[in-house]
Each structure stands twice: as C-alpha cells, then as structure tokens.
C-alpha cells in the first residue's frame, strides 16, 4: 500500500469520525476548554498534520480518472491521437488540482479548529493529550512509518512471487474477458 492509499485511508478515518460526532457537537454547547489543554490540542493537531487529506483524496481521484482515461483510450485509438489525448487529460487534470487543492486546503484548516480541535478537547484530558504527543513525536514511531513503505514492497512481492501460479492465469483470463466485453461495446 502506497503512501497515498494511507494517507487516504486516514482521510476517510477521519470524515467518518467527524461524520460520527458532528452531531453531539450540533446538539449543545461544549465546555470552555483551558488555554494549557487549548495548546496542547494545537499541538497534536500541528504533529498529526491533517490539513493535507482534502488534497491527499483530491489527488487519489485526479490519479485515478487519469488511470481510467488511459486504460480506456489503451488499443482504441491510435498512438498519436491516443498520446495528444492523454496529454490534454494530465493538462486538465493538472489544472483541476491547481485549482481545487486550495479550497480543499481551506476547507480542513476551518474544519480542524471548529471540528476536530472541540473533539480532542471533549474526548482526552491533558494528561492524555501529553501522551499522544509524546507518541506522535516518538523517534520508534517515525523510524517504524520510515520502514513501512518497504516491508509493503517486501510483503507485496512475496505474495506476488507465492500466488503467481494460481493467480496470473486467473488475471490473465479477467483481462482477456473484460477486454472481449470492452470490444464488443465499442464495436458498431
């Protein structure tokens, strides 16, 4: 799993648990939360650095239809027209996230400090807050998530190498079906 998938993964962790809790925040006012657990709060939310998941998904979505546009145009058109087209999708796709990556951006930052700051505060007490910021700064932390992409890799290509046999037939007669049943929807 790449880091885009995990930062994706965080995302929609995230949007669920807000989704989740909105409602009690809706429901009635929350408690004034001291200036000391207000620092605190600022600096989980300063380590953990969820302002990038608006973009982080806007750029998993991007790659994705740039993706889809590539295998749809793959062996019906034409290399030239097929490499033009694609080169105006990247350009439209560039400018897509040139565009929309700072609303994104503006929307989590006021989303942080109106939904996610009151959540940390209600749901952890200083002395929990102090933990989490001694883990989130933890040098064992960030040595593992440093290891991570490559015990992905390492795991990735061994299940690869050990299911081969069994799966590279099976995928190779799902690419020949879909290619089949692509044809046959493309052909007057």
Same mark, same amino acid.
Request: net charge positive; hydrophobic share 45%.
């Given at each position: 799993?790449?880091?885009?998938?995990?930062?994706?993964?965080? @995302?929609? $962790?995230?949007?669920? %648990?807000?989704?989740?809790?909105?409602? !009690?925040? +809706?429901?009635? #006012?929350?408690?004034?939360? /001291?200036?000391?657990?207000?620092?605190?709060?600022?600096?989980?939310?300063?380590?953990?650095?969820?302002?990038?998941?608006?973009?982080?998904?806007?750029?998993?979505?991007?790659?994705?239809?740039?993706?889809?546009?590539?295998?749809?145009?793959?062996?019906?058109?034409?290399?030239?027209?097929?490499?033009?087209?694609?080169?105006?999708?990247? @350009?439209? $796709?560039?400018?897509? %996230?040139?565009?929309?990556?700072?609303? !994104?951006? +503006?929307?989590? #930052?006021?989303?942080?400090? /109106?939904?996610?700051?009151?959540?940390?505060?209600?749901?952890?007490?200083?002395?929990?807050?102090?933990?989490?910021?001694?883990?989130?700064?933890?040098?064992?932390?960030?040595?593992?998530?440093?290891?991570?992409?490559?015990?992905?890799?390492?795991?990735?290509?061994?299940?690869?190498?050990?299911?081969?046999?069994?799966?590279?037939?099976?995928?190779? $007669?799902?690419?020949?079906?879909?290619?089949?049943?692509?044809? !046959?929807?493309?052909?007057?």
């Amino acid at each position: 799993m790449n880091q885009t998938s995990k930062h994706i993964r965080r @995302g929609l $962790a995230l949007l669920v %648990l807000s989704a989740a809790c909105a409602g !009690a925040y +809706a429901a009635g #006012d929350t408690a004034p939360v /001291s200036p000391a657990k207000q620092a605190l709060v600022d600096k989980v939310l300063k380590l953990w650095n969820p302002d990038s998941i608006g973009e982080t998904m806007l750029n998993g979505y991007v790659r994705n239809a740039v993706e889809q546009a590539r295998v749809m145009l793959q062996g019906r058109a034409v290399p030239d027209k097929r490499d033009a087209a694609m080169n105006d999708i990247v @350009g439209e $796709a560039k400018k897509f %996230l040139a565009e929309t990556t700072p609303v !994104a951006r +503006a929307s989590a #930052d006021k989303l942080i400090q /109106s939904k996610l700051a009151p959540m940390l505060a209600e749901r952890y007490s200083e002395d929990e807050l102090k933990q989490l910021i001694a883990l989130l700064e933890s040098p064992v932390k960030k040595k593992f998530e440093a290891m991570v992409p490559e015990m992905q890799k390492t795991l990735g290509e061994g299940v690869a190498a050990d299911t081969r046999t069994v799966i590279d037939p099976k995928l190779q $007669a799902l690419q020949e079906k879909i290619g089949l049943r692509l044809r !046959a929807a493309v052909t007057p």
